[in-house]
């Protein structure tokens, strides 16, 4: 009896001690919750909104044109230069600048994007313009316009019967200082009234040839450009000249007569002539080189270039008259 007694109070100790245990033993794992709301999920951001907006890129709609105005170093320049800005689809000017011998640089800032004409204009040069775009791939460009006087040698040709000397050749040779410095001649041809102008000349002493340069039948006259004097104007009576048209005629039916015929030249050489005259033309996409004014003579042809062998022939050149001339070209 003793015994079951002490066995009782075994078992009463030891469920004590295991419930004392349990309430040291850590509690099961709980997802965190928040007074009053649900259950905040793992791995979701369910906070307030950041109050810092996101950077907005704004794409550019505003450029700058800026450039420079050039000139030769003999160039007149006028008092004043001005450089207008013009807006294409209406031909409206928005702007302009203005340059200065010595500040030659123009800008215009924050222009609209758009398509621009810039237009050189001044007092005594002559009206110079280029069209710009502006847009995000060239928001700023860079322009150079290049300022030309407009000093000018113009003229009237007629012939020994007064008649207007038409399409006939006019030379302008500058007369540089320095001995044997080249300078490009300025070419133009009379017009129906026998008139011609030759524009953008440079300040200085001009040698005339009216006719050809080198033609034993060509009047000259020397012509002086200044800045006081920009235009020069002179009256020329010249002989009656001669014409020949030159035809070639390329015989190979495979060639490319187009492009062959933008390589070619015709020269015509006036034979026993002294001084000597020579004269070479481009041949036009036909075929055809037109002489307009050839001092009556003997003459030899010879067709060239584009990799052909050079052919001649020879015929005479008649006062007042054209000659035709067919030069055929074999197989190349």
């Given amino acids: 009896m003793l015994l079951l007694l002490l066995v009782g109070v075994l078992a009463l100790v030891l469920e004590g001690d295991a419930n004392v245990a349990d309430e040291h033993a850590p509690a099961p794992p709980m997802a965190k919750s928040n007074a009053g709301s649900e259950t905040v999920q793992p791995g979701i951001y369910e906070g307030p909104e950041t109050s810092i907006a996101p950077a907005i ?41 203005a340059c200065l011998s010595g500040e030659p640089n123009f800008i215009f800032e924050n222009v609209p994007f758009g398509s621009y004409r810039l237009k050189l204009v001044g007092d005594r040069i002559l009206d110079f313009d280029i069209e710009v775009k502006l847009d995000a791939e060239g928001p700023n460009i860079f322009q150079s316009m290049a300022l030309r006087s407009a000093a000018s040698i113009s003229g009237i040709v007629f012939d020994t019967v007064g008649s207007p000397a038409v399409n006939v050749q006019v030379v302008s040779r500058f007369q540089h200082d320095l001995e044997g410095f080249f300078v490009v001649p300025q070419i133009a041809n009379t017009d129906s009234e026998g008139r011609f102008t030759i524009e953008g000349v440079r300040p200085g002493q001009h040698k005339v040839f009216v006719g050809a340069e080198h033609s034993p039948l060509s009047k000259t006259e020397t012509l002086n450009i200044s800045e006081n004097s920009p235009n020069a104007f002179a009256e020329f009576t010249i002989n009656k000249f001669g014409m020949a048209s030159v035809f070639i005629e390329i015989r190979d039916s ?11 030249r015709v020269s015509a050489e006036r034979l026993n002539s002294d001084p000597t005259f020579r004269l070479s033309l481009d041949v036009n996409e036909n075929g055809l080189a037109q002489f307009n004014a050839l001092p009556p003579g003997r003459y030899s042809f010879t067709a060239y270039g584009g990799g052909v062998r050079r052919t001649r022939q020879t015929t005479s050149v008649i006062e007042g008259q054209n000659s035709d001339i067919k030069i055929g070209i074999g197989k190349l």
């Fill in 57 to 97: 890129l704004r794409a550019p709609t505003h450029g700058t044109i800026r450039g420079r105005v050039t000139s030769a170093i003999w160039s007149i320049w006028p008092s004043e230069v001005v450089v207008e800005l013009r807006k294409i689809e209406t031909n409206s000017k928005i702007a302009q600048f």
């Fill in 254 to 264: 495979s060639a490319d007569k187009i492009t062959l015929y933008k390589k070619m």
